[in-house]
């Protein structure tokens, strides 16, 4: 008789232990709310300054265009990672998720204007733009993506609601 018989228990421990060496890199990563968001302000900022460096800045469909493509990156990096948790926890994680991409996003900027690569329009950033833009590019993060996951935790749980089947309730036995 072996001195440890698998149990429930232990049979759940090892099949965690399997399923957490399965996951990639990739999927580990994506569950990491600091990495997740440094990559979504790196994203943002190199973004915008590849924009405003090569773009066509005279034309307002261009202008429209391209806050739509950062709005729309935004929002696809951050469902990215929300995709990955309960509804219910994204009450804390949204707001995390925002504020170190908000910080990232500064920080990459402050960055680029010590480096004299920010622009603002088609002119060098100075330290006074710089601060107004952090300020602008804090609040709207801040509000944005919780806003977002509101609408994305209300449109989930509507769709789950429609589509999942409802268990209907079992007679009781006289």
């Known amino acids: 008789m072996p001195l440890l018989r ?8 090892d099949l965690d232990d399997e399923l957490e060496a399965q996951q990639s890199l990739l999927q580990r990563l994506g569950l990491n709310v600091v990495v997740m968001a ?30 739509l493509g950062q709005v ?5 990096l951050s469902t990215l990672y929300l995709g990955n948790y309960h509804a219910k926890s994204w009450l804390w994680r949204a707001p995390l998720f925002a504020a170190i991409d908000a910080l990232t996003e ?10 004299g690569l920010e622009r603002i329009g088609s002119l060098p950033a100075t330290f006074e733009d710089w601060q107004g833009a952090a300020i602008r590019l804090s609040t709207f ?10 609408a994305l935790a209300i449109v989930s749980t509507i769709v789950r609601w429609l589509i999942l089947p409802r268990e209907k309730p079992t007679p009781a036995a006289s």
């Not at 698998?6 to 421990?13: C, D, R």
């Not at 790196?42 to 773009?55: A, E, M, P, S």
């Not at 500064?106 to 480096?115: D, E, N």
């Open 6 to 13: 698998p149990t429930a228990v232990m049979t759940a421990i």
């Open 38 to 67: 440094v990559l979504t302000g790196v994203t943002l900022r190199v973004y915008r300054n590849v924009v405003l460096t090569y773009g066509w800045s005279d034309s307002w469909l261009w202008v429209a265009g391209t806050f």
């Open 72 to 76: 729309a990156i935004l929002f696809f």
């Open 106 to 115: 500064v920080a990459v900027s402050y960055g680029m204007m010590r480096a």
């Open 141 to 150: 993060r801040l509000t944005l993506i919780p806003l977002y996951a509101l």
